[in-house]
């Protein structure tokens, strides 16, 4: 009998890392295929939840005449989401266990809510998809496994849950992993699992379950504290040597005299005394000093909030990017993106909106709308329009230039949202340049 | 106008209580690290609502969580000042040490306090009063948007956080507050990366939580780590209470005994800092941050259901409040 776990991934799940003390996964997947199930057993399982917690859910429970608790409410907290038994917005949980401490967000399944699943899943190292076995892969589940992997996650656990519903059965689990396997590999996702679950009665979940005695892979949180963590991190740009960036957010003037550029260091790291280039504007100079409230420091490494003291004194304000000057970032007024599109009015060529790189705000006009990403073929298919919650291809046209990299590079510098003018609505994200996806494996059209 | 400014001396006397920690040794690389990400990214959101907004202004309680939100304002904007002030919603109901500690605290920084009185909202009309003894906590909010009016602030700065409760969770870190003041849930803007957006139109406003992602023992290992003061109240300490609805309230001139209650003289500490009529205290010998982390880290009861009757009248107390402009 196979095991069948990992569909791309060969062999055991790497052990023992050792920076992997904090996981922040995206639980995904589409309505009732139960994501918020999965979380509240996960938690209730490794006893993440208080006590009190507890009373309060079996009070729930009782108001509305249920035989248990409703493990769903541990994240479903809104009266709303209660009352219709969906979730409408990410919920954001904390855990740990004695390997390792977890962000969670448990995001939204319907379409109507997909900008929040990418809200969700924008800071995800790892997607924990979820499926409900009895019913295989929906076009949502997709949608949110290609924006998964456009945004750059590189790993999913799948739980095909529900497995009670087919009596534990191996030919629906099988299916579900032979197209999610295919799946994976079209979109370029590195490490890929399927586990047979049922979130409800908790199968496979923290302890291994006899119901599938076909299965000899590890349960779902196995795999949680294994898994590399801190991915995200990682592919943003801590390894790339000499490509060290700090978009500037604000200047900080000193009271005896003197001012320094606070920012978050973004690639690098920054060393005291080297070569800089301040861009858009192409300013070459040199780090006098890097300053924090804590005392000066040699070297700022990526993630850490600091205040950069240059050489020269030259014009440097909120918006601009410190950049290595062996490896700057490109600077253009002209971007090639991929955007998912979030607002009910379809974007059309000539719109214009405001766009928000890094710390600069300026207005912007999207030139073309050259293709819609299909979700279920993975084509790429000429259009001139995107309507809400689709993904395409566009190019846009800045009035201040931007200092851009390509977001396969670096996901700071290679994202941006756009802000409707009227509403301060937030209607799009975009990703520089192409994206994580492989497009080898795609069949442009 | 329902707000003072306070002038505060610009001497700095000495801070009500001067924890000495413990142990300043890390618990360890991964801890300190888990921490100084915490730290970075708390910096670079308060930096980002700074620039991106007219009028912030931050939230200050007193409490613990607004203690640490004011030490890493203080770390985000160093050398400059704070290019905002601070507002503390009074509600009258305050415990004296806390209250101590909140002056002596702003003025040794040498910034600007602005206190919004819940007592001259009910003076002038714009609430009314709950009545002797009762919970002066959700007339906050009718005092806070009317600070926010009165000072067209754009941006109030607060340290709520998402382990604190299930609507909190669901709650951006740039959250968009209509004209009215209210949060809707269902219509939240995405917030993707680290992309935050705060432009709002005349009359709306955000607020901002940079500790969004911080757990109550984060709070408690960064407190130590960093040696921050607090009040007094927080270590524990020999204390009247009365037992009521499975809290322990502070015997004080809003909270006496009814009938059939008991004064009972006891060891605790509290675990948040609100209004003094509905923040209970926790039975407890911890009189370091060291005792209080081990004590934190083998419970079983969450802060707020620890200590907030507020939020026991119903399983959606705290969304309902969040919506009318809450904190």
């Known amino acids: 009998m196979p095991a069948a776990a990992p569909t791309t991934h060969p062999g055991p799940p790497p052990a023992g890392l050792a920076h992997s003390d904090l996981l922040r996964f995206a639980a995904v997947g589409s309505v009732d295929d139960g994501k918020s199930t999965l979380i509240g057993r996960l938690l209730f399982d490794t006893r993440q939840l208080f006590d009190d917690q507890v009373d309060a859910l079996a009070a729930a429970a009782e108001r509305r005449g249920l035989g248990e608790i409703d493990l769903s409410f541990v994240t479903d907290g809104l009266r709303a989401e209660r009352s219709q038994g969906i979730t409408i917005d990410v919920a954001y949980r904390y855990a740990a266990t004695p390997r390792r401490k977890f962000v ?103 302890g291994s379950s006899k119901n599938a005695p076909w299965y000899v892979g590890p349960t779902i949180l196995e795999l949680l504290e294994s898994l590399p963590a801190g991915e995200w991190a990682r592919v943003h740009g801590s390894h790339r040597g000499s490509a060290a960036r700090l978009p500037v957010q604000w200047v900080l003037r000193d009271p005896r005299g003197g001012r320094s550029y606070a920012g978050m260091v973004n690639g690098g790291p920054f060393r005291k005394g080297d070569r800089v280039v301040v861009l858009p504007a192409g300013l070459e100079t040199a780090i006098q000093s890097i300053d924090t409230f804590d005392g000066p420091i040699d070297v700022a490494p990526v993630g850490k909030s600091v205040s950069l003291e240059l050489t020269d004194h030259i014009d440097v304000s909120r918006g601009d990017l410190i950049s290595s000057l062996d490896d700057p970032a490109d600077v253009t007024n002209l971007i090639d993106a991929t955007l998912c599109w ?47 919650n689709e993904i395409g291809t566009v190019s846009v046209r800045t009035a201040d230039p931007l200092a851009v990299d390509s977001y396969r590079h670096d996901r700071i510098t290679g994202s941006f949202i756009l802000i409707d003018d009227a509403t301060n609505s937030t209607v799009a994200a ?11 494996q795609l069949n442009p059209n | ?44 959101i308060l930096r980002e609502v700074a620039a991106e ?15 640490v939100l ?27 040490d806390v209250i101590a500690f909140r002056d002596d605290l702003i003025s040794s920084l040498g910034e600007r306090l602005i206190v919004a009185s819940v007592q001259r909202s009910i003076d002038d009309g714009r609430v009314a009063d709950p009545g002797e003894g009762s919970s002066r906590n959700r007339l906050q909010t009718t005092t806070l948007l009317d600070a926010v009016r009165d000072h067209r602030f754009d941006a109030a ?56 992602d911080w757990t109550e023992l984060d709070i408690w290992r960064y407190i130590r780590r960093e040696a921050i003061s607090l009040p007094e109240i927080y270590f524990s300490h020999e204390r009247d209470v009365i037992e009521r609805d499975g809290m322990l309230l502070a015997l004080s001139e809003w909270v006496t005994p009814r009938r059939g209650e008991r004064v009972e003289r006891m060891n605790v500490r509290f675990r948040t800092v609100g209004d003094a009529t509905c923040t209970g205290a926790v039975r407890s010998n911890a009189v370091t941050v ?16 620890a200590t907030r009757a507020d939020d026991r009248f119903s399983e959606t107390s705290m969304e309902d409040r969040k919506r009318e402009g809450y904190f």
């Open chain 2, 1 to 44: 106008m329902t707000t003072t400014e306070i002038q505060l001396p610009q001497s700095s006397p000495q801070i009500a209580s001067q924890i000495a920690p413990q142990n300043t040794i890390r618990d360890g690389r991964v801890e300190a690290d888990h921490l100084d990400l915490l730290e970075s990214h708390s910096i670079f």
């Open chain 1, 342 to 388: 979030f607002r009910d009015v379809p974007l059309r060529p000539g719109e214009r909106l405001r766009i928000k790189h890094t710390t600069r705000l300026t207005p912007a006009v999207v030139e073309t709308v050259s293709h819609r990403f299909d979700v279920n073929t993975l084509e790429l298919r000429p259009v001139d329009h995107l309507s809400n």
């Open chain 2, 53 to 67: 907004t007219e009028r912030p202004v931050l939230l200050f309680s007193g409490g613990k969580d607004s203690a």
């Open chain 1, 104 to 206: 969670i967000a448990d995001c939204p399944g319907h379409l109507q809510y997909t900008r929040n699943m990418a809200t969700g899943a924008s800071t995800a190292d790892l997607a924990l998809v979820v499926v409900d076995a009895s019913r295989g892969l929906s076009e949502q589940t997709r949608r949110h496994i290609c924006i998964a992997a456009l945004l750059g996650v590189t790993q999913i656990v799948v739980a095909a849950n529900k497995m009670d519903l087919v009596g534990w059965e191996y030919e629906p689990f099988e299916r579900l992993s032979e197209e999610l396997s295919d799946l994976a590999q079209r979109l370029g996702i590195q490490s890929s699992w399927v586990v047979p679950v049922s979130a409800l009665h908790g199968d496979n979940v923290v």
């Open chain 2, 70 to 96: 004011l030490h890493l304002a203080v770390k985000a904007f160093w050398p400059a000042k704070l290019p905002f002030p601070v507002l503390h919603i009074d509600t009258g109901h305050n415990f004296q």
């Open chain 2, 290 to 305: 060291e005792e209080i982390i081990e004590e934190i880290a083998t419970s079983r009861i969450s802060e707020r259901g």
């Open chain 2, 157 to 212: 700065i607060g340290g709520a956080r998402r382990d604190e409760d299930k609507a909190r969770a669901k709650e951006r870190v740039l959250s968009f507050r209509n004209a009215f003041g209210q949060w809707d849930p269902k219509a939240q803007r995405p917030e993707l990366w680290q992309l935050y957006h705060g432009h709002v139109n005349p009359g709306e406003h955000l607020r901002a939580f940079p500790l969004s």
């Open chain 1, 430 to 440: 975009g990703m520089i340049g192409t994206p994580g996806i492989d497009r080898s």
